[in-house]
């Protein structure tokens, strides 16, 4: 858990997305923001084969392995911080993978209902 008291979706305690890769902005397993992070990665998603195409398609390409930045690429059942404008994006499109509430910043709740990022939970 994160010093500084964070919140999720829910109102408890934000919840690590993932720290094998580590994900989010800090790159420390948790999806919060600050203002220079200008992709806003507060969504903790599980990609799907769906989404990666589609954000590859996008101009996002999240599969590939980028070495120099030790990034391993993703793969179908990958957690990831997601910038919430892709994932709304994707939603719009049908193509949205699931979201760990958890995980997924209260700050979410500016761009989307809770009712939408219920409807895309991913079961634990």
Known sequence: M????????LGTPLESCCDNPPTGYFRDGFCRTIQED????ILCAVVTQEFLEYTKSRGNDLSTPIPQ??????????????????WLEAQRAGKAPFVVLEATHKKALQYTTLEVLQKHQVAL
């Open 69 to 86: 930045w030790g990034f391993l690429g993703l793969k179908v059942g990958s957690k990831w911080c997601l910038c919430i404008s892709r």
């Open 38 to 41: 200008s992709g806003t990665h």
């Open 2 to 9: 994160i010093n500084n008291k964070e919140f999720n979706v």
